[in-house]
């Protein structure tokens, strides 16, 4: 019959055994967001799936924007592909607005700078991969 085991070594094993569980590490992403016109609000989408782009985003932010250049952080992110979709919103409701014919009104862009052909570039487009701590560039119009 073997002795019980100390709390503290449990309680140890314990730990190490949930934190074997965690991802290895997190990184940070840091977008850098250039010729932001203020005023309104830079709202900044990640998405890490394709089957989720442009309508489930993996994590939002939204930060006041300021003239210029603006760098926003994505912290605690797993390594692996991702992309992001981006936009000014001038008059603070929330969405991106569009005109009578479907077409954005406010400032936006996506990672890589990517483009689309009538309508918005794909997930593949604006994909890039976030191993250790990443920065990417981000031009609005």
């Known amino acids: ?14 730990c190490l055994a949930f934190a074997a569980t965690q991802p290895a590490s997190a990184a940070t992403l840091t977008i850098e967001v250039q010729q932001v016109a203020a005023p309104g609000d830079l709202m900044v989408a990640v998405y890490d799936q394709a089957g989720q ?14 003239a210029g250049t603006m760098t ?7 390594d692996g592909d991702y992309a992001v979709s981006l936009f000014v919103d001038r008059n603070a409701n929330g969405k991106l ?26 997930f593949d487009k604006a994909r890039f991969s976030v191993k250790g701590d990443t920065r990417a560039v981000i031009h609005l119009p």
């Open 97 to 122: 607005d569009s005109n009578a014919m479907g077409m954005p009104t406010e400032p936006y862009a996506f990672s890589n700078d990517a483009v689309g052909n009538f309508g918005p570039p794909s």
């Open 72 to 78: 926003v952080q994505v912290p605690d992110l797993p």
């Open 53 to 66: 782009w442009l309508k489930q985003p993996l994590r939002g932010l939204r930060q006041a924007a300021s």
């Open 1 to 14: 019959m073997s002795a019980p085991m100390p709390r503290a070594l449990t309680a140890a094993l314990s």
